[in-house]
């Protein structure tokens, strides 16, 4: 267990194998072959050995870092959400108490794997628990149709909410507002087809929703570093994510 200080726009590195962090302070990004998610303060998450990621401060941030051999394993990528706020106890130990692994006695090294372990385990069991139907529908509908001209209203309209409710679900259970879930949506979408097809940006913009082609490569640039055409081409993905990648646009379901 180690503490890292990150400045803004440092990526975590010199971490090999199996990884458990917890976000102390500040703010930062993680990508993984399963879509990009923004980390708060509270936050953890887990990567196996055979997954690939990056972990990039947006702020100035204080990261808790792990070597995890979870047994049995855990899913891969395993985020949770206010882990400090549940797990204060864990949280003070990792604190006051951060392990060298290399000098320390191997049954305190396993005593806080363990630990941490079953902390994240039972984050996915309540996890599981407070999996909404209404947010699952409506996520499924988002990526089944991205490029529809979707707003606030027409998505609380499928996942039968009032706008406001909408949006205190989905900051309560996703971490986020129901303009950057879309907007996640979209970018996902809009990375598989930059990557498995030949099709202009120009297509790509429409059928992900946005009206042009400029329109769509100033969001993509914005969340991601780069631009489409940079990402496709492979010169933007040791950008990915960077300065920028981070900023929103208030709460617009297009920005």
């Given at each position: 267990?180690?503490?890292?200080?990150?400045?803004?726009?440092?990526?975590?590195?010199?971490?090999?194998?199996?990884?458990?962090?917890?976000?102390?302070?500040?703010?930062?990004?993680?990508?993984?072959?399963?879509?990009?998610?923004?980390?708060?303060?509270?936050d953890a998450f887990?990567?196996?050995?055979?997954?690939?990621?990056?972990?990039?401060?947006?702020?100035?941030?204080?990261?808790?870092?792990s070597m995890l051999?979870?047994?049995?394993?855990?899913?891969?990528?395993?985020?949770?959400?206010?882990?400090?706020?549940?797990?204060?106890?864990?949280?003070?130990?990792?604190?006051?108490?951060?392990?060298?692994?290399?000098?320390?006695?191997?049954?305190?090294?396993?005593?806080?794997?363990?630990?941490?372990?079953?902390?994240?385990?039972?984050?996915?069991?309540?996890?599981?628990?407070?999996?909404?139907?209404?947010?699952?529908?409506?996520?499924?509908?988002?990526?089944?149709?991205?490029?529809?001209?979707?707003?606030?209203?027409?998505?609380?309209?499928?996942a039968h909410l009032?706008?406001?409710?909408?949006?205190?679900?989905?900051?309560?259970?996703?971490?986020?507002?129901?303009?950057?879930?879309?907007?996640?949506?979209?970018?996902?979408?809009?990375?598989?087809?930059?990557?498995?097809?030949?099709?202009?940006?120009?297509?790509?913009?429409?059928?992900?929703?946005?009206?042009?082609?400029?329109?769509?490569?100033?969001?993509?640039?914005?969340?991601?570093?780069?631009?489409?055409?940079?990402?496709?081409?492979?010169?933007?993905?040791?950008?990915?994510?960077?300065?920028?990648?981070?900023?929103?646009?208030?709460?617009?379901?297009?920005?």
């Open positions: 267990m180690a503490i890292r200080h990150l400045a803004a726009q440092e990526r975590l590195g010199g971490v090999r194998g199996a990884i458990w962090a917890l976000i102390l302070d500040g703010d930062a990004r993680l990508e993984t072959a399963a879509g990009v998610e923004e980390l708060h303060a509270g887990h990567v196996a050995a055979t997954g690939a990621y990056r972990l990039v401060a947006r702020t100035r941030a204080e990261v808790a870092v051999r979870a047994v049995p394993p855990l899913p891969s990528p395993l985020l949770a959400r206010d882990f400090a706020g549940s797990n204060r106890g864990i949280v003070e130990l990792v604190r006051r108490c951060p392990l060298d692994a290399r000098g320390a006695q191997p049954l305190f090294v396993a005593s806080y794997g363990g630990l941490i372990q079953a902390a994240m385990v039972q984050a996915l069991d309540d996890s599981a628990r407070r999996s909404d139907p209404r947010l699952t529908a409506l996520v499924a509908e988002l990526h089944a149709h991205p490029g529809r001209p979707w707003t606030v209203e027409s998505m609380a309209r499928v009032s706008r406001s409710s909408l949006g205190e679900h989905v900051r309560r259970e996703l971490g986020r507002t129901p303009a950057q879930l879309l907007r996640e949506v979209r970018m996902r979408h809009a990375r598989g087809l930059l990557a498995g097809t030949d099709r202009p940006v120009e297509q790509i913009a429409f059928s992900v929703g946005y009206g042009s082609a400029a329109a769509f490569s100033r969001a993509f640039s914005a969340h991601h570093g780069s631009s489409p055409q940079a990402w496709r081409s492979g010169s933007g993905a040791a950008q990915r994510p960077e300065a920028g990648a981070g900023r929103q646009r208030g709460d617009r379901p297009d920005a």
